[in-house]
């Protein structure tokens, strides 16, 4: 299946590139769609913060590169879901990122600028229920698509 065959290319990579190189960071990022496609959030975030935490080594830490603005959107879609705060920052991130480097007219840009708008209003949403809210605020965003 697609999870064994990325674990495959995985370890090709890590074994020739190393751990601080963007295609081994990518290879982690594509296991976490994997599971993420799986209905596996948890593991999906695993992988996901992983390739985040990878990346940041690659980039810097205050990057604004649409890869890492990618991985930032991808975990705060999931910490969103799990209703952790921390998501809000993480979509900022990547807004500031995408706008910088895509434009405030594309598509990316609009959707994660969209994502910062949701996650303030479902922190405030929860705030007000004592924190255990799971409810979304728009009835959720169309799937991000990288670059769209």
Sequence with gaps: DARDRFEQVLDVRLNILGERHPQVALTVKMLGHVHRQMQEPERALKYYEKALLMETEVYGAGSMHVHLAETRYFVAEILSSLNDPRAKGLFEAAAAAFALRLGN??????????????????????AQAGGKGNEKSK???QKFIPGQ
């Excluded at 840009?109 to 929860?126: C, F, H, M, P, Y």
Aim: net charge negative.
């Design 105 to 126: 007219d594309h598509p990316s840009t609009k959707q994660a600028i969209e994502a910062v708008e949701d996650a303030s209003l479902g922190l405030v949403r929860n």
């Design 139 to 141: 009835g959720g965003r």
